[in-house]
């Protein structure tokens, strides 16, 4: 504000700004431009350093870390007694996470499912979910404990291997980084979008990942490349198969790639001649009861001729649809519409993006092994 328009008597028709330096309080005048532009900085790296992107060295978010840790708290590794899950997410957010319960329980239920994680680090008793895209039975109703991978990750923990932070109020100590054995970023992978950017990690199999690893000891002059060798491609829990390969060699050499994924299909042929599809397996993160609900829509819209019948004759021996055609169907020509209209066929995007010393970095398959390796030693 100019010296001409200060709030004097003889420039009473302006607004009066009340006197607060008798308060002791000062006001800062700032511009918004500028202000709003430093605040949304501060916001979006909270968002990808506390929220939304898994550290390289074990492969966690904040908050699957800290339900690992009031799990460790109570003491729930394989073999003891499962705890209600209400018990486990209670602690998290009283101790760790200052956020709702049912967010944490999301994670929970999550770190449980064989059909999202490759290695589940949550070992669940009760309903968890299904891929038909039921949601979890309520925290009160469920149980759980840590698996043997998780306690793998933990390992150490009381050892003083790793940083310890204070938690939200500074009444306990947290550990920064768990000290894990387990190559976990690459092996269960990751998903998460933060502010500008996102993460898209696949799960990979582990015997294929230590075998990497260990080549990687050995000779820590290997090419990008050469992680080909080990690291056959994605190992996706619900099973699929890979289009082509090309995907698979550029996220292994560069951190990016787009690798198409189908589902398991087998063609029988009755005693009436007529052919049958089977669907064994399906595309990761494919909802089952959508994908048929899809296909039925198809085939009453014309779009998706030759098919006479469509059920869903999974157990809990495994999963199986069955598409049953018609008479003069080509069993080839349906399978390739269905590839083309449904989530039979789906592209998974991998963007290999990880915090490494707390920044945001894509790296190749070869560089996250070092880092994992650096940390380790």
Not at 70 to 86: C, E, F
Not at 149 to 165: C, N, R, Y
Not at 219 to 230: H, S
């Amino acid at each position: 504000m100019s010296d001409d328009h200060k709030n004097t008597p003889e420039n009473n028709d302006e607004p009066r700004v009340p006197d607060l330096g008798s308060s002791g309080e000062t006001i800062i005048e700032a511009g918004i431009v500028e202000k709003m532009r430093t605040s949304y900085i501060e916001y979006s790296m909270s968002v990808i350093i506390s929220r939304a992107l898994p550290d390289v060295r074990d492969g966690l978010k904040p908050v699957h870390r800290r339900v690992l840790t009031a799990m460790n708290d109570l003491n729930l590794s394989p073999g003891r007694p499962y705890r209600k899950s209400a018990k486990i997410t209670g602690d998290t957010t009283g101790n760790y996470h200052p956020h709702g319960t049912a967010s944490v329980y999301d994670t929970l239920v999550r770190m449980a499912q064989d059909f999202s994680l490759r290695y589940p680090l949550v070992d669940g008793q009760g309903n968890f979910g299904s891929v038909d895209g039921d949601n979890a039975a309520a925290e009160r109703y469920t149980e759980a404990r840590m698996t043997k991978v998780a306690t793998e990750i933990m390992d150490g923990l009381d050892k003083e291997t790793v940083d310890f932070i204070p938690n939200y109020d500074g009444s306990r100590m947290m550990p920064a980084v768990m000290p894990s054995k387990v190559p976990n970023l690459l092996v269960n992978g990751a998903d998460g979008i933060a502010v500008g950017m996102a993460t898209k990690i696949p799960p990979h199999n582990m015997g294929e990942v230590c075998d990497g690893l260990i080549a990687l000891l050995n000779n820590p002059d290997l090419e990008p490349a050469d992680m080909l060798d080990y690291v056959q491609g994605p190992d996706f829990p619900t099973g699929g198969i890979i289009h082509g390969r090309r995907g698979i060699y550029d996220y292994v050499t560069t951190g990016r790639g787009r690798v198409v994924v189908r589902a398991r299909t087998e063609t029988e042929i009755r005693d009436n001649g007529r052919a049958r599809i089977i669907v064994s397996e399906i595309p990761y993160q494919v909802n089952k009861s959508s994908l048929i609900e899809k296909i039925a829509n198809l085939v009453h819209a014309g779009t998706i001729e030759g098919i006479s019948d469509l059920r869903d004759e999974s157990d809990r021996e495994g999963m199986r649809i069955v598409i049953v055609l018609k008479k003069d169907a080509f069993p080839q020509v349906v399978l390739n519409k269905l590839y083309a209209h449904t989530m039979m066929q789906t592209t998974f995007g991998v963007i290999n993006l990880a915090l490494v010393n707390h920044q945001p970095r894509v790296m190749s398959t070869k560089e996250t092994m070092q880092e994992f390796l650096k940390f380790r030693e």
